[in-house]
């Protein structure tokens, strides 16, 4: 049988004023271990700049033309970017209909009020940054001051500080993601 060459894809929702690092650190870990991370924004060839202007990430597509199924896994940085996103209601509807799909969607800092303006938060337990976790609390999810929160298909952080963490975790569930979906090879017949 042959093997697939096809690198796995990511989706990354961005608007500027994104955190700097919680947008790099996970972009180049991911792409370090061979996943495409497709950079969805309001239209696409759009130069985005992070909040400490260290970072510039240019959209590779836009949401209009972004499909949930196509995707593996994905990610929401945080900074101003999920604030910027969340009053649109392209991604958050993306955003729910990820959800619904169960694969792997990781968001860090501020990244969770996507989550949240979608309603996919109460009865959920996460992290956030702190500002962000009194509105999840307030909004029904169980909310823990942690490196990061696992909960079925999610995985959260609070801040640059944990993306380490964070990112390791995000890679370990998309590999887990990936052999749930290998189908097992046929039984002989004896």
Same mark, same amino acid.
């Given at each position: ?58 959209? #590779? ?73 009194? #509105? ?8 823990? #001051? ?15 500080? #944990? ?28």
């Amino acid at each position: 049988m042959r093997q697939s060459t096809e690198r796995k894809k990511i989706a990354c929702l961005l608007a500027d004023g994104f955190e700097d690092s919680e947008f790099r650190v996970p972009y180049d870990r991911l792409q370090d271990a061979g996943y495409d991370v497709a950079i969805i924004g309001m239209k696409a060839g759009q130069e985005l700049a992070g909040y400490k202007k260290r970072e510039t990430a240019t959209t #590779d597509l836009s949401i209009d033309d972004a499909d949930p199924e196509s995707y593996a896994g994905l990610l929401i940085p945080g900074g101003q970017s999920p604030d910027h996103l969340r009053i649109d209601s392209r991604f958050v509807d993306f955003v729910k209909k990820f959800d619904a799909t169960r694969r792997p969607l990781a968001a860090v800092c501020h990244g969770p009020q996507l989550l949240l303006s979608a309603g996919l938060q109460r009865g959920r337990t996460l992290t956030a940054w702190p500002t962000v976790q009194a #509105d999840l609390r307030q909004a029904g999810a169980h909310v823990k #001051d942690e490196a990061v929160v696992v909960d079925g298909n999610w995985v959260t952080s609070r801040k640059p500080d #944990d993306l380490a963490a964070f990112s390791s975790k995000f890679l370990e569930e998309l590999a887990r993601g990936e052999r749930a979906t290998v189908p097992e090879a046929p039984r002989s017949a004896r």
